[in-house]
């Protein structure tokens, strides 16, 4: 029996884990004893890794399409024969329409590899590199660095009061945010919970706070409306460190607490409550989560919670919110090499100069209308394409226009079905990779970061191949082998700086932290200014506004809702959301292996007991969840934790390998955040009716 240690993959927390191996073959994943983030544990997830291994449905060879798309006739082909041909193709079609004629669309699974697939493109030629970050931190993050210049990080250990919005760490990083806040909750900080969904973190809380899905911009403007007004602001941070502070009192004139009821339906009395609560209690952090994510108006609602935490003076304090610097690595994505003057099929400037990544929908828009330019083959890796992009019906049609469609994926997903050629993926239990996700990795406080080697525990099941392989013996058919040499050497290239190399990284056991001083993180300990166009905290955003977009926080209605589209809400009455994500399944995966299924068998809405029986549905019945677009078929969960007029689905089911129906068959991909691109897969009109035979 071994004992490898290594980072788990299963979700975005990269925790350090212990992986035992017997006869080649893995037979637990368990947590590193004394572990500096984990204290040893491993969540559910973690310990299904062993199940994900050696499911039964894993891809294990590569498939090249015979027969008409989407018809499941394929045929078996090497991995030379597979490379040699969709490196062929993509030379070809550079020849023939230019290199942006091809995307390259990475999920979230495979984060650890994007700065190499960033690498790969950038010489290839196209800065058309694709992903789902709209729907996921990135509309938050944009609104953040507009009014901060970058996204801080919430000091847990340290803090008095956590406001904790849209934000379940309980299920979406339990061992890390989830403890760390149990932790801060056990000591005596005070907790307030602002979510539509009565969440397991909402169990907890001081005061919880009900607000109508995508109506939190509002409830903001009405918390800012108070601290302002009663004066309750920290003068001296506002005075030395904001820009637009005037701007934003007449703003936030027009938002009382009275009118802010009406938009939200918080009730006035508890809108004073809580930004009573917020702005006398120091230090407090404001937590964020993926709740806000999904709306189409998410960058300025992030906005206004910005300027929460700024005018009550919580940022770059012991116990608020603190800018950690990046460990340090060093960038190897080539950029300089991609000839300049060919522009991405963007529509989104700003979420395109702080990502260098295009969106989903961009994606789906070139290959229906051919603007900006057509699009001729899409890699798709590691994503679930059709199944996490809005409107998943119009996503798997426009895939069909492709000339070339590479998949390459552990399963045969939506997308997969439809492809020319899929490709078998290496889990990360058969694999080693370098692990430096800012923001993203187990790094154990506010004021450290963390890099860690993955390490192969076990060889490849069948034929597969590890992510990394995959882009570096592409980018190498491609004609580009001095740039990837091997794996190892571009690794040490990037650890240089910290003066690491794979070698010394792969003994460090459990991961390596770097330490930041506290000047390069405390306001109140260094000089440390903003990194915007004035150098402070632009509450009026001078960047936005020379981009065209609103430069103060102002709400704007969800695209789709009952203030909004009224008529349309007459035959659609309830506010929907694709927004249950539940804390033992990472996006669309993981619904089939068996541990989890036992905790999880299908997918669900949940559904107010008040509506249901008027819809004549008890607990446990079929139901389609219908919208204007398509509708799926769920069971109804009751409960008195969501508001009579909303309903929640527990998404991510629907996969060919897996079982149910695709939840983003109900969701709009027309209708988008202005500045994000994001999508109001969580705030859209819906109704709930009884399924036959339920
Ligand atoms: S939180 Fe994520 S990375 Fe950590 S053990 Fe669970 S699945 Fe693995």
């Known amino acids: 029996m071994e004992t490898v240690d290594t980072i788990c993959r299963m979700c975005g927390r990269y925790c350090p884990v212990n992986v035992i191996v017997e006869d080649g073959r893995v037979v637990k994943v368990e947590g590193i004893p004394g572990n500096f983030v984990t204290k040893g ?33 394929w045929e078996r082909i090497t991995w030379d024969e597979a490379l040699d041909e ?79 919005w849209g934000h379940n760490p309980i299920y979406s990083s339990l061992l890390h945010y989830g403890r760390q806040a149990m932790e801060a909750r056990e000591r005596g900080a005070k907790l307030i919970v602002i979510d539509p969904i009565f969440t397991a973190i909402a169990s907890k809380a001081d005061i919880y706070v009900q607000p109508r899905p995508g109506s939190d911009g509002a409830l903001a403007l009405g918390m800012l409306n108070v601290i302002i007004g009663e004066g309750l602001h920290d003068r001296e941070f506002v005075e030395g460190w904001t820009h637009g502070f005037d701007e934003i009192v007449q703003l936030v004139r027009d938002y009382t607490p009275e009118r802010v009821e009406e938009i939200t339906w918080v009730s006035a009395k508890q809108i004073r409550e809580v930004a009573r609560l917020y702005a006398t209690t120091k230090p407090a952090i404001l937590e964020e989560g993926n709740g806000l ?21 919580n940022l ?51 290959l229906v209308t051919g603007e900006p330019y057509p699009v001729k083959a899409l890699i798709v890796h590691g994503s679930a394409m059709a199944s996490i992009a809005s409107n998943s019906d119009k996503t798997l049609e426009a895939l069909k226009r492709l000339d070339l469609l590479v998949v390459d994926d552990l399963f045969m997903t939506a997308s997969a079905e439809v492809a020319d050629i899929v490709l078998p993926a290496a889990t990360f239990l058969e694999g080693s990779c370098l692990v430096k996700c800012p923001g993203a990795g187990p790094s154990p406080t506010a004021d450290t970061s963390f890099v860690g080697m993955m390490k192969s525990a076990v060889e490849p099941l069948g034929e597969c191949r590890s992510d990394i392989d995959f882009v570096f013996e592409l980018g190498r058919r491609l004609g580009y082998g001095e740039y990837f040499t091997s794996p190892e050497e ?15 990284l792969m003994d460090v056991h459990g991961g390596w932290i770097k330490e930041h001083p506290p000047g390069e993180v405390y306001m109140d300990r260094g000089e440390m200014g903003f990194k915007t166009p004035t150098g402070k905290v632009e509450l009026h955003s001078e960047t ?87 509708r799926m078929r769920v069971a109804a969960k009751l409960t008195e934790g969501i508001d009579p007029t909303v309903v929640s689905v527990a998404w991510g089911w629907g996969q060919p390998y897996a079982f149910g129906d695709l939840a983003n068959v109900v969701t709009d991909d027309e209708e988008r955040c202005p500045i994000s691109g994001s999508t109001g897969n969580r705030s859209f009109l819906c109704r709930v009716v009884k399924a036959e035979g339920a």
């Open 41 to 73: 544990k491993v969540c559910g997830k973690g310990m299904a890794a062993v199940q994900l291994e050696y499911d039964p449905k894993r891809l294990t060879h590569p498939l090249r399409r015979v027969g008409e798309r989407g018809s499941g006739e």
């Open 86 to 164: 969709v490196a062929g193709k993509l030379l070809e079609i550079r020849e023939e329409h230019g290199a942006q004629a091809v995307v390259y669309h990475h999920g979230a699974a495979i984060q650890h590899i994007w700065p190499y697939i960033q690498r790969l493109m950038n010489l290839y030629g196209s800065p058309n590199v694709a992903g789902h970050s709209h729907l996921c931190h990135i509309p938050r993050m944009l609104g953040q660095v507009a009014t901060y210049g970058g996204m801080p990080q919430g000091d847990y250990a340290k803090t008095e009061l956590m406001l904790m």
């Open 293 to 313: 994510d999904q709306h189409t108006n998410v960058v300025q609602t992030a906005r206004a919670l910005a300027v929460l935490r700024a005018v009550t003076g």
């Open 316 to 366: 770059g304090k012991v116990g608020g919110h603190v800018f950690r610097p990046d460990a340090g690595t060093r960038d190897i994505t080539l950029r300089d090499m991609r000839p300049e003057g060919v522009e991405s099929i963007t529509k989104n400037p700003f979420y395109y100069r702080v990502t260098r990544n295009i969106t989903t929908p961009h994606v789906v828009d070139a």
């Open 490 to 504: 571009i690794f040490d290239e990037e650890l240089a700086p910290l003066g690491l190399t794979t070698e010394r």
């Open 544 to 630: 936005l506004e020379e981009m065209g977009y609103d430069p103060l926080p102002r709400f704007v209605e969800p695209a789709e809702s009952p203030l909004s589209t009224p008529k349309l809400a007459e035959e659609y009455p309830l506010v929907g959301g694709v927004s249950l994500h539940l804390g033992l399944f990472t996006h669309t995966q993981y619904r089939q292996l068996p541990w989890l299924r036992e905790i999880y068998p299908r997918a669900f809405v949940e559904i107010n007991p008040e509506i249901a029986e008027g819809l004549g549905v008890a607990d446990g019945d079929e139901v389609y969840v219908e919208s204007p677009r398509d």
